[in-house]
Structure formats: structure tokens, C-alpha cells
């Protein structure tokens, strides 16, 4: 029995040495040389392919040129969307405002809107403008709101409206869009994509007929129903209403430098070598309301109701909008009125 034993293991080791001897002999495809160690050549492949991978995250992230992996912007609407129930409504003459309810909210979140001559309000079951006077308390709406607008610090945030869209309760499959679109009926936020049929109807804030070209890179409103499933959701509008560029584009200038110069001397001051302007003479002759706060010595400028400009006496840095700037010279009180370096007024709105 030991001998059976002994004799099978001879006879493995004496077959197995021709196998090693047949591998050793197998060239290696991509340079013809002989792979004499196959566990060392594996070895050898996966060093390489960890020295490779860390060759490449060095690149990207430790380069000697400073360069870091670009990360793509995402698409920005031009406009804001909020849906939503009305919860309060003023309709008074020089004075006509919406609270609305967001509905995509767990907790209600309210928005007031400031509603100028310039809104546009429609009817979304029609598709046809309608008047403000028709929006009444609980209704159902949508508001678009430019993007770019400022937001007012008020509870609860004032935002400026540029388009409201009444919703009927029947109406809730019907769906509108205002944004920019490209000229292959992309829009601005990469969330809508337009294909324009026979059947769409395309007019101009006149009531004016226009073809397919008219509303390639235009800013639009949008009615449609049905989407596709895909990304981005595409639909055929029943209706397209091509906006007025320069209205939504071109912000309104006002003549400063012609209103500084009609000035009389009462209005203009030169204190150590610096020339004051008297600062709500000129806000108001440039189309905006001025209140005074007496207990912080602040000059608030307005417009629409939205707090553009916030001044203190004796502080050099003032708020625009949201954002800070600075003056030279911090503005004063003469004869008790507030005056203001006229360097201000050269950036004046912009």
C-alpha cells in the first residue's frame, strides 16, 4: 500500500513538470516576450493599473496648473413659478396686492405680490386675458415673477408679479409656462420642450398673429395639457403668446443727471470739498417714495412698495436691494434734510 502511495505522488510531480515547462513557453500577446511567472506578471498588471488610477486622481485634483474638474452650471429659469390659493386680496386704487398660499408646502407659506398696470393676468381655461377684479378670495392661481427681481424682507416676502394665471378648480390638468426659449423650443430651465404644430396658436401681446420662427429665442407664455415622460417633458402648446423683449428686458432709466442739473442751489451743497445732493428731492423726481425713520436716522427709498435703497446718517455703507455698497463720505443732515455725496447718483438704479 505505501508503495501504490509513493508512486502516484511521483507520477503528479512527473506530469505536472511538462505543464509548467508548456506555460512558461506561452508568449505574452502584446510583446511577444515569454511570461516566465504568471502570479508575478498579475502582480505586476494590477500594481500598474493602481499606479495608473493614482496617476489620474493627482491630475485632477493636485495639478501643478491649478486646475480643478469643471463642474457644469445648472439651467437658471428666467421666471418664478408659485401656485397656490389666494388668501387675502386689496383692490384699491394706487394699491392692489395678493397674499397667496404656496400649495407644494406642509406648512403654510405665504408670498405677497405687488400687482402693477404691467401684470398680465389670463384666464388659464380660456387662455385669454381677464381682469384683475375677476380674482376674488380662495381662488386658485399661478404667478410668475422675473427671477432676477428683488424679494423684500417683509413677513411675508414682497415679490413683484409679472404674469397671474387664474386656475378653476375644473381646470387643474391645463398647465402654462413663461420662461425663455431657444431656437429649438428649449426653455431657458431645461424643463419644457416645445414641438410646434399646425394646430398651435402663436400671437404677440397685441393680439397680432405670428408663425413658428417669431418664437425662437423669445421669451414666452406657454399653454399646454399632456407631456411626454421624457427629460425634458415635451409637449404641443395649444397656444404660445410671444412676450414684449423690450418690456421684459430693458430696465427703465431714469433721467438723473437732467434732474440734478434743474436743482437749485437750496438742493445742492459743497462741504469740504464734496458736493451734496439733497437725497429725496431727487428720489422723488425720479418716480420713487421716500420714508424717514426718526429712532435710526434711516432714509428709505421705494419703489412699488419694494424698499430699494436703505440710507443711515453718519454711515458710510448703505443697502441696495439685498446687497451692501459704500460711499466715500457718509451722508448728512443739513437744514434738516438729508443730503448725500452725488457720486451716489451715478450708479443711481443700476
Known amino acids: 500500500m505505501k508503495n501504490k502511495i509513493i508512486g502516484a505522488v511521483v507520477g503528479a510531480f512527473i506530469l505536472a513538470a511538462?505543464?509548467?515547462?508548456?506555460?512558461?513557453s506561452i508568449p505574452d500577446a502584446d510583446n511577444n516576450t515569454t511570461v516566465t511567472d504568471t502570479a508575478?506578471?498579475?502582480?505586476?498588471?494590477?500594481?500598474?493599473?493602481?499606479?495608473?488610477?493614482?496617476?489620474?486622481?493627482?491630475?485632477?485634483?493636485d495639478n501643478q496648473d491649478g486646475l480643478q474638474p469643471v463642474t457644469p452650471e445648472e439651467p437658471q429659469s428666467r421666471y418664478v413659478e408659485n401656485r397656490g390659493t389666494i388668501r387675502e386680496i386689496t383692490d384699491e386704487e394706487g394699491n392692489r396686492q395678493v397674499v397667496l398660499s404656496k400649495s407644494d408646502t406642509e406648512a403654510e407659506e405665504l408670498?405677497?405680490?405687488?400687482?402693477?398696470?404691467?401684470?398680465?393676468?389670463?384666464?388659464?381655461?380660456?387662455?385669454?386675458?381677464?381682469?384683475?377684479?375677476?380674482?376674488?378670495?380662495?381662488?386658485?392661481?399661478?404667478?410668475?415673477?422675473?427671477?432676477?427681481?428683488?424679494?423684500?424682507?417683509s413677513l411675508p416676502p414682497l415679490m413683484s408679479s409679472y404674469a397671474i394665471f387664474a386656475v378653476g378648480p375644473e381646470e387643474?390638468?391645463?398647465?402654462?409656462?413663461?420662461?425663455?426659449?431657444?431656437?429649438k423650443g428649449l426653455s431657458a430651465g431645461n424643463t419644457l420642450k416645445l414641438n410646434v404644430s399646425q394646430a398651435t396658436k402663436i400671437f404677440d401681446l397685441e393680439g397680432n398673429t405670428l408663425t413658428a420662427e417669431d418664437i425662437k429665442n423669445k421669451n414666452l407664455i406657454v399653454f399646454y395639457d399632456a407631456t411626454t415622460k421624457s427629460l425634458p417633458p415635451q409637449t404641443s402648446p395649444s397656444k404660445i403668446i410671444v412676450l414684449n423683449d423690450d418690456k421684459v428686458e430693458t430696465p427703465?432709466?431714469?433721467n438723473i443727471s437732467e434732474i440734478i442739473s434743474a436743482l437749485d442751489e437750496n438742493d445742492i451743497k459743497e462741504i469740504d470739498g464734496v458736493k451734496y445732493i439733497a437725497l429725496a428731492n431727487v428720489a422723488r423726481k425720479a418716480g420713487f417714495d421716500v420714508e424717514w425713520k426718526d429712532e435710526s436716522k434711516t432714509v428709505s427709498i421705494l419703489k412699488d412698495k419694494m424698499t430699494v435703497y436703505t440710507i443711515t446718517i453718519g454711515n458710510k455703507e448703505y443697502g441696495y436691494y439685498k446687497a451692501l455698497r459704500n460711499l466715500e463720505n457718509a451722508p448728512r443732515i443739513i437744514e434738516s434734510r438729508t443730503f448725500i455725496e452725488s457720486s451716489f447718483f451715478e450708479s443711481f438704479n443700476k
Open 111 to 153: 408670498i405677497l405680490f405687488n400687482i402693477s398696470d404691467e401684470t398680465l393676468v389670463y384666464d388659464i381655461s380660456t387662455q385669454e386675458v381677464t381682469e384683475f377684479s375677476k380674482l376674488n378670495k380662495d381662488s386658485e392661481i399661478i404667478v410668475f415673477s422675473r427671477s432676477d427681481a428683488p424679494v423684500g424682507t
Open 18 to 24: 511538462p505543464l509548467s515547462a508548456y506555460a512558461a
Open 40 to 61: 508575478e506578471n498579475t502582480t505586476n498588471q494590477e500594481n500598474a493599473v493602481n499606479q495608473e488610477t493614482s496617476t489620474d486622481r493627482t491630475d485632477l485634483t
Open 172 to 183: 387643474t390638468a391645463k398647465s402654462v409656462a413663461v420662461d425663455f426659449f431657444d431656437e
Open 252 to 254: 427703465e432709466e431714469n
